[in-house]
């Protein structure tokens, strides 16, 4: 593991006070000073749909709550601070936040992609954008040399997914971003999978980092939320302004639930990953599986990278059986603890059958083309022991009517 990395931080007793912190005190302090009229030290909900003004357009900080929220400001600035960043933007969703970027986007401009990715991103790129005169590629971003090829003159973003969803993909971010910025290119990471625990990407060359803070950020499944974040002013001024335009934000009550989600954010993710590593090994060994895609197994082809630019591996695994679809789709639905549902990073552990859920908007051929098989089950990883899990998958597995499988064809 990499050294704990520092962060500035404005003492909460001592403003003029700077002092560097470290990731898990940023996450319980970081935006978050104790109420100085009270000494609460749980961050008020300031539920509120708009500010009394002093004169018109002389206000304290706030006018009216689609353009700001205090609750919503302490979340913004606890995100940029334990992603190193310099802003932070929280939206209504992870998918409000894709939205954001590509907001800034013209018609005639070019967004280069990672082939397989989170469906709702591959429906929202195809499916509108692509309507309103925007150009798509998706390529092998595990590939740098196809990255490059790529890129034109229209090309505006490089879109990056790694771990990606649901493959496991492993994309070097830090290669990635010097071709990017040979060409002027600006760059965004969703890092909701790695979560900055594991993964810094702006120390990598980043420009933008992506966040479904649903998921392992809020961490209880029980908030629906999305974040940007940026050191670059200049970027940070353009989103903001599309955030307020557009109004896709989260309620106050949705940001004190996802700060209250931040301060485990740490605890959770290293039990979430620790489990997820012993299940891999476990799938990996079995003679009803005929495939595991995860980062940590040294035989994944992006073990190395991972480990040279992040600290972990991540919770999510995948695999396919040595069965047909119908054989799979049965075997999802056969589990006692594992719940069969969409989403990830909550304390329940999920699994999930991607194409006919997390990617069901993706085109069938699509699908295949990147090596998503029809039969492939997504594990979210939860905080359950993960004995009683392994006994859970095993009782499964053990009723799985096995045949042969076709491998799978790559992007």
């Known amino acids: 593991m990499a050294p704990p990395r520092e962060h500035t931080l404005t003492s909460t007793q001592d403003k003029e006070l700077e002092v560097a912190y470290r990731l898990d005190t940023l996450a319980i302090h970081a935006g978050q000073p104790n109420d100085p009229g009270t000494g609460a030290v749980a961050f008020p909900i300031y539920q509120t749909s708009t500010f009394g003004q002093e004169e018109p357009n002389v206000h304290k900080g706030f006018c009216y709550a689609r353009t700001g929220n205090p609750t919503r400001k302490a979340l913004e600035d606890n995100l940029a601070a334990i992603e190193g960043a310099r802003f932070g933007l929280a939206y209504a969703s992870g998918m ?54 790529a890129i034109k003159k229209t090309t505006k973003l490089l879109w990056l997914e790694t771990p990606s969803n649901p ?66 002013e200049k970027l940070h001024e353009d989103l903001k302004f599309f955030q307020n335009a557009i109004g896709a934000v989260p309620g106050p009550q949705d940001c004190f639930l996802i700060l209250r989600g931040l301060k485990t954010l740490s605890l959770r993710v290293e039990r979430h990953c620790k489990s997820a590593e012993r299940i891999a090994r476990f799938l ?56 069969l549902a969409e989403s990830l990073g909550g304390a329940k552990s999920l699994l999930c059958h991607p194409p006919t859920m997390t990617h069901a908007s993706v085109e069938p051929e699509v699908r295949r083309k990147v090596g998503i098989a029809d039969g492939l089950i997504r594990l979210a990883v939860g905080l359950e022991d993960v004995e009683d899990l392994l006994e859970d998958l095993e009782t499964a597995l053990s009723a799985v009517r096995t045949t042969r499988r076709r491998a799978p064809v790559t992007c």
Request: glycine share 10%; aromatic share 10%; with cysteine.
């Open 167 to 232: 493959l496991l993909k492993i994309t070097d971010i830090a290669a990635c971003a010097k071709i990017a910025k040979k060409a002027g290119v600006t760059v965004v990471v969703d890092n909701t999978f790695a979560t900055p625990v594991f993964q810094r990407p702006l120390e990598l060359g980043a420009d933008i980092v992506l966040h479904s803070t649903t998921k392992y950020i809020n961490g209880h499944s029980d908030v629906l939320g999305g974040a940007l974040v940026t050191s670059d």
């Open 284 to 339: 990996a060994g079995h003679k009803k599986v005929a495939r595991v895609y995860f980062p940590g197994l040294e035989e994944h082809e992006g073990h190395a990278i991972q480990k040279k630019q992040a600290t972990g591996f991540g919770a999510i695994v995948s695999f396919e059986l040595k069965a047909d679809v119908a054989e799979s789709k049965r075997f999802a639905g056969s589990f006692k603890l594992w719940t």
């Open 96 to 149: 409000a936040a894709i939205n954001g970027v590509l907001a800034t986007l013209r018609s005639g401009d070019h967004v280069v992609s990672t082939c397989d990715l989170y469906g709702g991103a591959w429906r929202i790129f195809t499916k509108l954008y692509s309507k309103l005169g925007i150009e798509f590629s998706f390529v092998d971003t595990t590939k740098p040399a196809l990255v490059e090829q």
